[in-house]
């Protein structure tokens, strides 16, 4: 499933004021996350003043030094309660994710086979002996395989139409005045998904 994430992990205090300066205004009244734990306002006062901080402690002043490190940590905290929060509200939802601002995760869920084509159609093309064919689209697809046969009891007679990534296709060449059946299935590197039901036209 996707995710974002903080990205903070070996930055250094200066590099994390700039790495959290995109997302705290991508966040900022963002309605897809509408009520985050910490206000957006609060953490952005956070890193302003981490920000004076670190530059105050240029001179050496090891108050201001105790009082940065202190600051640096609660803001990486709340940074990452923040992340938490955004990854619970989208579950896993690109556009959702991607509008936060953070940094996406490398997704290491493995590939799952396609499920089951759920819906197909079948209409005759005005051409003699023609159909055009379409189906519902199935997530995690790279390809879509369709089938044809004149007598689906027999489920070796069933040959290939045509490997297309969009949801329809013709097929041509068809016996005109008989019933002619298809069947569509979803295709990714880790295999085949379940053939979708049978659908059937008398060709024309």
């Known amino acids: 499933m996707s995710k974002v994430k903080s990205g903070l992990g070996g930055l250094s205090i200066a590099q994390t004021i700039v790495a ?16 985050p734990p910490i206000p957006i306002p609060e953490l952005e006062a956070e890193r302003q ?64 086979v396609p499920g089951k084509v759920k819906r197909i159609n079948c209409k005759n093309e005005p051409e003699s002996g023609a159909c055009h064919i379409s189906w519902s689209g199935e997530k995690g697809r790279s390809f879509y395989k369709i089938q ?13 139409v045509d490997q297309v990534t969009g949801f329809n296709c013709k097929a041509y060449g068809l016996t005109t005045g008989s019933w002619a059946y298809f069947r569509v299935c979803a295709i990714n590197r880790a295999g085949r998904g379940e053939w979708s039901a049978e659908e059937k036209l008398m060709v024309s």
Do not use: C, H
């Open 20 to 35: 959290t300066g995109t997302p705290l205004t991508k966040m900022g009244g963002n309605p897809n996350f509408p009520n």
């Open 148 to 160: 044809r046969t004149y007598t689906p009891e027999d489920i070796n007679s069933w040959v290939d």
């Open 49 to 112: 003043t981490l920000a004076s901080l670190e530059e105050e402690f240029q001179g050496g002043n090891k108050t201001v030094k105790t009082m940065r490190n202190s600051t640096f940590k609660s803001f990486k905290k709340n940074i990452t309660i923040t992340v938490g929060y955004v990854n619970g509200v989208a579950k896993g939802d690109p556009t959702l994710l991607q509008s936060s601002g953070f940094e996406m995760a490398k997704d290491n869920s493995p590939i799952q």
